[in-house]
């Protein structure tokens, strides 16, 4: 009955250890989950969470450790280079789905055309964004 009990703790010390972990490092976790295209822009935002947390010390400490990964890791070349491939990315999907729909309407297999023209439109509004980020990038950093 004893070691029961003591498992039972040890086994809610691990999952209340194990939240905190996650917790902390959610907020750590990326310094590019942040708003804003450019370094500054996300270095204010990561500010502007810092001094207006209400989740406690560990979203503190996270959002801390965020902003001085941003502050070692982040340079507008290295973010502007990651827009110019996703958009890079983004174009060789669309023309991947426009060739499989192509592909598909000759066999005439409307299930599969439809799948097709479904892929190929979420495709083309990732592209959109991914255009519109680098776009924004642009016009932050000339600001």
């Not at 942040?34 to 500010?47: M, P």
């Amino acid at each position: 009955m004893r070691t029961n009990k003591i498992v039972k703790k040890l086994a809610l010390l691990n999952f209340v250890a194990l939240g905190l972990f996650f917790s902390v490092n959610s907020y750590a976790n990326s310094w590019d989950d942040y708003e804003g295209t450019t370094c500054a822009h996300k270095r204010d935002a990561i500010q502007s969470k810092i001094d207006h947390a209400r989740g406690g010390i560990y979203q503190k400490e996270g959002l801390e450790r965020a902003l001085e990964n941003l502050n070692n890791y982040c340079t507008d070349n290295d973010l502007e280079s990651k827009y110019r491939k996703k958009v890079e990315e983004k174009t060789e999907k669309v023309s991947k789905q426009m060739q499989e729909l192509r592909e598909a309407q000759l066999k005439g297999d409307t299930k599969k055309i439809a799948k097709k023209e479904a892929k190929l439109l979420k495709d083309k509004n990732e592209l959109t964004e991914a255009k519109n980020r680098l776009e924004q990038f642009y016009r932050d950093r000339s600001h």
